[in-house]
């Protein structure tokens, strides 16, 4: 008997789930991809001997990797060697404040206590809503299916829209738990920049040659600052940058 075919449109990791877990299930697949690679956003440019992760940072939701390689008759841990990185994260603010995001509570409590009294109660109250709207939201948004828009805009979906805080700011609701700006900014990974600070991450993150800065076209007050410190900018349209999680890279410009 002929097998069932499928043809599965792009090779992002949803795509090579989904075709593995149809093969599984006895289907005949075909795989299209648009570009030259698997693995969509979370692939890889490697240019002059450097590699780029242009995706991922985090590996969130390991459950569900775990159920994937399952439904496949296979265990994670054959293929991937996790190992926990803690802290996460290190946040250096340039008034000499250090914060380690780590899961040691302990060392959590000690830290945000230092800043400010009342930072470690805040904290818990941030991470229980957080965990909250995390599971809300999957049960009702991302572990179900959406026949049709109309079952995503519902009328029983619509008190989701206040529960979940939708269409507040980030940065807003987490001025409810913290008091203290640089903890709110730790927090969110938000920080409101002026043209100086803007100046000093643009000089260390895009100046390959000690002169030129190399900047995303459309900040005069930050050309403006620069140029101040004798700096030679060289605005670049949006297109010519590579991103990359929590990097952004000019890779397509030949300095003069
Ligand atoms: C900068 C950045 C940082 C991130 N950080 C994290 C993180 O830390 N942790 C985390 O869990 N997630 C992170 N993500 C999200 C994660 O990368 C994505 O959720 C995930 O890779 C999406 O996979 P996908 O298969 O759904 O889509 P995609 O990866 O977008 O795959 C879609 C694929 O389809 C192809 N395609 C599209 N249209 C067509 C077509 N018409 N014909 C043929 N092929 C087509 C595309 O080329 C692509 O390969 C990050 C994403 C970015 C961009």
Known sequence: MNKPTAIVIGAGIGGIATAARLAKNGYDVTVLEKESTPGGRCNQIIRDGHRFDIGPTLFLMPEVWEETFASLGEKMSDYLDLRRIDPTYKVHFDDGLRLELTSDIGKMQEQLEAVDKTAFTGFLGYIAEGSKHYKISLEKFVGRNFYNIFEYFSLKNLPLIV?????????????????????????????????????????????????????????????AELKKRGFAPIEVETGEFIKSGGSVFCLKLELP
């Open 163 to 223: 529960q979940l805080k939708a269409l507040q700011k980030h940065f807003t609701n987490t001025g409810r738990f913290f008091k203290d700006e640089r903890l709110k900014a730790a927090f969110t990974n938000l920080l409101e920049i002026g043209a100086k600070d803007a100046a000093n991450f643009a000089c260390n993150a895009h100046c390959p040659d000690g002169k030129h800065v190399i900047l995303q076209k459309g900040s005069s007050a930050t050309v």
